[in-house]
């Protein structure tokens, strides 16, 4: 099964999200930099679970529960901008 087919309700898949605006690839970059140690296969597989959910109340529960388990601030400026660009991936008119 390809990428583009696991990914529910058409939506885009989550690491061509990134690549959709140069101010996301900055956001991601500074991610996996601050919060992934700059392990880029650490924030792919990080990313990986998102691919199949259908609903942005769960990417949130799942975020809530990694930035906790990985002792990480929810209002750092790196968790804010990684989850500004999922949340587009939801909701890509705001």
Do not use: C
């Not at 991601?28 to 296969?41: E, P, T, Y």
């Amino acid at each position: 099964m390809t990428t583009q087919e696991s990914v529910p309700r058409n939506l885009v898949p989550v690491t061509d999200l990134f690549e959709r605006e140069p101010e996301w690839k900055e956001k991601r970059d500074r991610a996996v930099k601050k919060l992934f140690r700059g392990n880029i296969n650490e924030f792919s597989q990080f990313l990986k679970p998102i691919e199949g959910m259908a609903d942005w109340k769960q990417v949130l529960e799942y975020l809530e529960n990694e930035w906790t388990k990985r002792n990480i601030k929810h209002d750092s400026k790196e968790v804010t901008g990684l989850t500004d660009v999922l949340f587009k991936r939801y909701f890509p008119s705001y």
